[in-house]
């Protein structure tokens, strides 16, 4: 593969191996002796990294293509949602260590819930498989969706777009205040983290802390949506009044200021700032590592470099060799014995 295909066919690689990961989880879940939970937590995991690396190159793929997937998606991880949800209010609770009856009720209700959306599930497969097609319509299908040949170009107006879109979110979150607008920072963070995490090695030791700040920041408003879900199940049980809302308005305004303080950090710059220094970086590091779009012969790369490329998970960094062929590769030199 040329130089210019070679991010286009990496993005392709990367939004398969998550829809297949996430598959996986979706089959695991099936499985009694596995930790079904765990499970369907992991695929809606894999399944919104895969909605992320859509919305990277939503302007490459045009906007027809990118409401299809996003949306068959999304609809997919919505299938999932409630057993999660359950799982994610339960352990708010407990961690808030209520004393008072009526919130030891509501603890109690909620575990009840729980426990029936749990059953529900594994009982009616049908949810799983309906949501194992989608993953595999669109892992197949990914190969007829339209990317131009480019390097940094495929990815720009996507990075750019992600920064903006967090940074208008978090600003509009921390002016209107209320838990949705709240709820849509913490989902563009989200997006910012992911995308980071696939350029971060053009610039590691300058992008990995605003990749960790763009984590903490979702992790931050993700405490306080979860509490603020709790506050409308405590206020429908009317569970509220033995101190367990004053504690939720504590910790809440404890992660909102944490928050607020990461967001102003982390998006002092101007979009188009952003991307121009990430195109600097993106320069500095073509200019540093011209051999990492070389194309490999498998058949003499050591199994060092091999192992390497195998370990790398992201667009940026790797060869052009698929991981199918890294993997083959590796397999032929360890049946031959040989390492070069």
Sequence with gaps: MNDQGRVASEWRRMAADEARAARDDIDSAADPRADRPAAIHSSRKHIRKARALLRLVRSEIGAKAFRRHNVALRDAARTLSPIRDADVIVETIRELRPTGDAAKSLRQLLTTERRTLRAKMIEDGS????????????????????????????????????????????????????DAALHDARKRAKDLWYHLRVVRPIAPNLLKPMEQDAHALADALGADHDLAVLTERADAAEAGDDGLTATIVERRQAHQTEARRIGNQLFAESPRAYVRRLAAYWSAWRTAHPEISAELDPEHTSAEDLQRLASKNEIIGRSAMTKRQITAALATQEASGTSH
């Design 127 to 178: 949810l799983q498989n309906s949501v194992a097609r989608t993953l595999e319509r669109f892992a197949t299908e990914l190969r007829d969706l339209s990317l131009r040949d480019g390097d940094w170009s495929v990815l720009r107006d996507g990075l750019e777009d992600s920064y903006r879109r967090a940074r208008r979110a978090h600003r509009s979150a921390f002016t209107d205040g209320a």
